[in-house]
Nanobody, 124 residues
Framework: QVQLVESGGGSVQSGGSLRLSCAAS????????MGWFRHAPGKEREGVAI???????LAADSVKGRFTISKDDAKNTLYLQMNSLKPEDTAMYYC??????????????????WGQGTQVTVSS
């Protein structure tokens, strides 16, 4: 049974930083695609950043230059380093993975496994 567990969310002031982690378990090999998505009240779920099994990344325009996605295959962990946070980054952040999807894309409905989410709140 594959499982994703996020951690690292919290409350910060505008301009602050947070690092989210997503621990993956149950995978025999690293998924082809992993990513971070977010959902704010009253808004549609949004793709934040994705990374493929070779380490190639893609980030949404709204976070480019501020957020960095990375992974440590030895630790089976996905990360999202978030710098220069803004109030509009406030959302529930979810880790997602798909073992077979190729190529990877920043579309939530393509991902089959999801974590429970971690809340990020940025105050002005």
């Amino acid at each position: 049974q594959v499982q994703l567990v996020e951690s690292g969310g919290g409350s910060v002031q505008s301009g602050g930083s947070l690092r989210l982690s997503c621990a993956a378990s149950g995978y025999r090999v690293s998924p082809n695609c992993m990513g971070w998505f977010r959902h704010a009240p009253g808004k549609e779920r949004e793709g934040v950043a994705i990374i493929n099994r070779y380490g190639t990344t893609l980030a949404a325009d709204s976070v480019k230059g501020r957020f960095t996605i990375s992974k440590d295959d030895a630790k089976n962990t996905l990360y999202l380093q978030m710098n220069s946070l803004k109030p509009e980054d406030t959302a529930m952040y979810y880790c997602a993975a798909d073992s077979y999807r190729w190529p990877c894309a920043l579309k939530a409905d393509l991902y089959t496994t999801w974590g429970q989410g971690t809340q990020v709140t940025v105050s002005s």
